[in-house]
């Protein structure tokens, strides 16, 4: 069985989900294989993409993509593009109908042998906060992409999460459209055409 496999086969976290609102069982997606061009770290998978099995079946899915430049067909190009969130598996809601934190179990056991898997990528996009937190090992998500330029030259994007919560921060800080964006896309392309 592969690395792939073993994660999917993956249930750590029955016992946790089962006591989340949501009582759900374990479905991790895993979407990696080596020789990867462009890595994307997550967060977790949400409802939606438990339901679907595929990463980034969403509408945080659909603005990845458009802020990426990717076709739907590229975005899943398991040849080109890895993508390894946090958490593989949807950690559920709260009471209130809240996003659960990925839980850190399943980075702490997973992580390193995927990246190892991997090897090297010549494109990183760190998408949200925990990924920018282990990546890179900053608490403040907004200053994090904010100085996007120096990761950016080492291979590396913190993004914000595409998610429909981030709209304001987004219309706040119009030099992410303007400035990061483009410089986004044309790295994206070279990466992916090269």
Request: aromatic residues 10%.
């Given at each position: ?9 993956c249930r ?34 949400g409802a ?17 993509r458009?802020?990426t ?27 209130k ?15 390193a ?17 925990a ?9 403040d998500v907004?200053a994090?992409v ?13 993004l ?5 919560r981030?709209?304001g ?8 459209e303007?400035e ?10 070279e990466v992916?055409?090269?």
């Open positions: 069985m592969g690395l792939d496999a073993d994660i999917r086969a750590l976290c029955a016992t946790r989900f089962a006591a989340t609102a949501t009582a759900h069982e374990p479905r991790p997606v895993a979407w990696f294989r080596p020789g990867a061009r462009l890595l994307i770290a997550g967060q977790a998978p939606r993409v438990h339901e679907s099995g595929r990463p980034f079946t969403d509408r945080s899915g659909a603005r990845l458009d802020w430049g990717l076709s739907e067909a590229e975005f899943y190009d398991l040849g080109r593009v890895a993508i390894v969130p946090m958490a593989f598996c949807f950690p559920g809601y709260d009471a109908g809240a996003d659960l934190p990925p839980p850190p179990l399943c980075a702490a056991t997973w992580r042998r995927v990246l190892a898997r991997l090897g090297a990528v010549p494109l990183t996009l760190l998408v949200g906060g990924a920018i937190r282990w990546h890179l090992g900053l608490r907004g994090a904010a100085d996007w330029r120096g990761p950016a030259a080492g291979g590396v994007f913190p914000p999460h595409p998610s429909w981030n709209t921060w987004l219309k706040r800080n119009p030099w992410f303007a990061l964006l483009p410089a986004l896309r044309n790295r994206v392309r992916m055409d090269g």
